[in-house]
């Protein structure tokens, strides 16, 4: 059973506007999550994190938000860019287990 | 410069053999960790490490092994046991603790033939 769940496989967007990835899990347990962006036939590269005792963290373009109480987690990204397009992954850790959601492929159209 | 190497990066292999990825890394990283990636469902854990000589499963560790003899190393064998070896193999490391992210290396490709 699947505890990181991003129900949207693709996300297309206009260049310029926000773009929100969304994650859901199921674990109570998770004490801290994680965002990363990957290309085909490479390894991912880490975007952002939040601690589950924070509700929001920024870095630049990107901000992720976390409702505990609804298990949901965002990332928003703004201003959208072509070179944003990719697939978008959730990780959620509980201790030194780390868990990553299926993925989702974001497209930025120019 | 510091960092993760998985090798190689393409890999195959007859039906029925064991075939064992390398991981090193050189960022004194006590976790590591081993993921599998087939199309559509993201990245799924194989097994992970704390520390030197010993490790934990993860969410589909059948028909695979692992060892942890140094702190650089983790390598990965895919057992002839695995009934759907062919994936994209992924091997992360990170410090322990906290909200620390993980750095990955850029993969294995295994083609089971």
């Known amino acids: 059973d699947q505890q990181v769940k991003q129900n949207s496989p693709s996300l297309s967007v206009q260049e310029g506007r926000i773009s929100i990835l969304n994650c859901d899990y199921t674990n109570s347990m998770f004490d801290y999550f994680l965002w990363y962006k990957k290309y085909p036939a490479e390894g991912p590269t880490f975007l952002i994190s939040i601690s589950s005792i924070k509700d929001k963290n920024e870095d630049g373009r990107f901000t992720v938000f976390l409702n505990k109480s609804a298990k949901h987690l965002s990332l928003h990204i703004v201003p959208s860019q072509p070179g944003d397009s990719a697939v978008y992954f959730c990780?959620?850790?509980?201790?030194?287990?780390?868990?990553f959601g299926a993925g989702t492929i974001l497209r930025v159209k120019s | 410069d510091g960092g993760i190497t998985q090798s190689p990066k393409y890999l195959f292999r007859k039906e029925g053999q064991n075939v064992t990825l390398s991981c090193e890394q050189n960022?004194?990283?006590?976790?590591m960790y081993w993921y599998r990636q087939d199309p559509g469902q993201g990245l799924r854990l194989i097994y992970y490490?704390?520390?030197?000589?010993?490790?934990q499963k993860g969410d589909i560790a059948e028909g695979y092994s692992v060892s942890r003899e140094k702190k650089e190393s983790f390598p990965l064998t895919v057992t002839s046991a695995q009934k759907n070896p062919t994936a994209f193999y992924l091997c992360?490391?990170?410090?322990?603790?906290?909200?620390?992210?993980?750095?990955f290396g850029q993969g294995t490709r295994l083609t089971v033939v």
């Open positions: 960022l004194n990283h006590d976790a």
């Open positions: 992360a490391s990170r410090i322990p603790g906290g909200v620390t992210e993980a750095f």
């Open positions: 490490s704390q520390i030197v000589n010993d490790f």
């Open positions: 990780a959620a850790g509980e201790g030194n287990k780390l868990v």
